[in-house]
Nanobody, 113 residues
Framework: QVRLVESGGGLVQVGGSLRISCAVS????????MAWYRQAPQKEREWVGTISRGGTTNYPDSMKGRFTISRDNAKNTVYLQMNSLKAEDTAVYYC???????WGQGTQVTVSP
């Protein structure tokens, strides 16, 4: 059974940085493409970025240069490093294996002006 546990969210000021984590069990992050998504209040879920099995990352243009996805195969964990945070980055952040319909509970990131 695949399980995803996001953590590390919190309150940060505009311009600040935060790294959130996604601990994965049931599959190996090294063998699966993993994605991050986010959902702000009253908005649709939005793709944040993807890391492929080979380690290649892709991001939407709005997040390139600010967000970085990485993984630690030994810890079976995927990370999302967020820099230069903006108020509009406030959302619940989720990780998800590509091709599987499993979601974690998410972690709240709040960016205050």
């Amino acid at each position: 059974q695949v399980r995803l546990v996001e953590s590390g969210g919190g309150l940060v000021q505009v311009g600040g940085s935060l790294r959130i984590s996604c601990a994965v069990s049931g599959i190996f992050v090294s063998g699966n493409a993993m994605a991050w998504y986010r959902q702000a209040p009253q908005k649709e879920r939005e793709w944040v970025g993807t890391i492929s099995r080979g380690g290649t990352t892709n991001y939407p243009d709005s997040m390139k240069g600010r967000f970085t996805i990485s993984r630690d195969n030994a810890k079976n964990t995927v990370y999302l490093q967020m820099n230069s945070l903006k108020a509009e980055d406030t959302a619940v952040y989720y990780c998800k294996p590509i091709g599987l319909a499993t979601w974690g509970q998410g972690t709240q990131v709040t960016v205050s002006p």
